[in-house]
C-alpha cells in the first residue's frame, strides 16, 4: 500500500530501492529508475499515479555527470520505459516529458534521435500525444558552440521540446488552472464592452458576449517561456553550505508548476523517475500534491533537501 506521504509499504524484490528522504508528502527514492519499475515498490503504484512529469538524460555528444547516452542506446532505453510507467497511471493519469535538441557529432545539422525516441516512446507506452508544447529558455547560453559562437554559422539553441501524452485521450485536465494575466488591451476590452465582434477573413467568428467575459485570466499558449537563471536559489545556496556538487541541470520549477496545475488535483500522486534536484517533488510539495521521485546519485538526493523547509528554513520564503 501507499499512504498519504507518497510513501511504499514493504515491497518484495525491493533491494536495489531504499528510501532517501520523506517530507510531509512524499518520499525519494534512492534507486534507478530501472531497478525501481522491475521492483516490487512499482507494482504497489500500478494503477494510482496521475502524473509522471520528467526529465530524462537528453542524448547530447558531450558526457554528462547525470549519465546520458546516445544513438540506437538511448532510442530502445527510453522505449523499454515506456509500458512500465504506462502500467503506474491512473485511467486518466498523463505522462509529460521534458526532451532536448541533439546534434550530429562534428556536423552543424540537427539530429532526429530525440524526435525518433519520443515517437518509439509513445508506441511502446501506447499512448497518445495530447499536445505539443515548447518551452523556451531567453536566458540560455549559445550553443552548439562550435556552430554559433565559433564559426557563427547557426543561432542558439534556447528551447526545449515538451510532450505531454496519455493512454486516453480525454485525460484529466483544466486549462482554467494555468490562466495568464489579461494584457492591458485586452483589460480595457472587458471593461468597456466594446469589441468589433463578428467573421474575421480567417472565417473565424469573434461573439461580443462570449469574448469580452471575464474569466480571471487567458488561457495561455503552448510555447511558455521560462528564464532558468536563479543561481542564489535556497537551493543552490543550500548545496554551497553543505559542500554538495548542485545537479548541473535542475528542472525549470515555472515548468513543473505549470503541469502540475493543469493535470492534477491536491492529493494526487506525482511521480519523477528521473528525479535529480527533485523539483518536481518540491513544487509539487507546495500544492499539495503527493509525490514520489527515484534517484541514483546520493549526493543529488542530499542537495535536493534544499528546496524543502523542514531541511532548509530558507526555502520557506
Known sequence: M????GVLGDAPG????????QT????????????FLDSGHADVLRGQVQLIF???????????????????EYLNWLSELAPKLAKLLTPTGSIVIELGNAWERGHPVMSTLPLEALLAFRRAGGLFINQQFICHNPARLPSPIQWVNKERIRVKDS?????????TERPKADNRKVLVPYSESMKRLIETK???SGQRGSGFNIGE????TDHGGAIPPSVLSYANTAASTP???YCREHGLTPHPAPMQSQLVEFFVKMLTDEGDLVYDPFGGSNTTGAMAERLRRRWIATEPNDEYIEGSKGHFPMFNPAAAS
Do not use: C, Q
Open 194 to 196: 466594446k469589441y468589433n
Open 14 to 21: 525491493g533491494e536495489l530501492v531504499e528510501r532517501g528522504y
Open 209 to 212: 458576449t462570449s469574448f469580452l
Open 54 to 72: 520528467t526529465s530524462p538524460p537528453f542524448p547530447l555528444l558531450t558526457p554528462k555527470a547525470y549519465g546520458n547516452m546516445v544513438g540506437d
Open 235 to 237: 537551493y543552490r545556496r
Open 24 to 35: 510531509g508528502h512524499g518520499t525519494i527514492y534512492r534507486a534507478k529508475v530501472e531497478d
Open 159 to 167: 528551447y526545449t521540446h515538451v510532450w505531454w501524452m496519455s493512454p
Open 2 to 5: 501507499i499512504d498519504g506521504k
